[in-house]
């Protein structure tokens, strides 16, 4: 598998794992991304991928769908490329099977009114990474 991949087991999308890391209270918060992350479960089964990530935009800060379509896709790009520097910490961290998965949602919280490029989006989205890699 690629490193800069981001394949379909990856996403997070049960309902029960994203209720537990949204009550971990872990939080990083940028100009435009909030990000909430924890270890999700009591071991990562077979068919999950260790690191799981979520993307959300919220309706009323951005009300057109294409809009927020359009955003998401912006940090899908920035994770799917950042997410190097997460993969390497987790893989060094022997207790990563006794703790669960490791999950990361990527919230917008920026203006809904004009959105930042890529490059921004993508800088903040790294820095917000390595700061939880350093934590």
Not at 1 to 10: A, G
Not at 82 to 91: C, D, F, N, Y
Not at 92 to 118: K, L, N, Q, S, W
Request: hydrophobic letters at 35%.
């Amino acid at each position: 598998m690629h490193v800069n991949s981001l394949r379909k087991h990856e996403i997070l999308r049960k309902k029960q794992q994203i209720a537990e890391l949204f009550r971990s209270r872990k939080k990083l918060k940028g100009e435009y991304v909030r990000v909430v992350y924890s270890y999700v479960g009591n071991g990562s089964s077979s068919g999950e991928a260790p690191l799981g990530v979520l993307f959300a935009v919220s309706r009323k800060i951005v009300p057109d769908a294409a809009r927020r379509n359009r955003i998401k896709r912006l940090m899908r790009e920035a994770y799917r490329q950042e997410k190097g520097v997460l993969q390497t910490s987790i893989r060094t961290d022997g207790e990563e099977r006794c703790r669960g998965r490791f999950c990361v949602a990527v919230i917008y919280t920026g203006p809904g009114e004009r959105f930042p490029d890529f490059a921004v989006l993508q800088g903040e989205i790294r820095r917000l990474l390595r700061t939880i890699r350093s934590s």
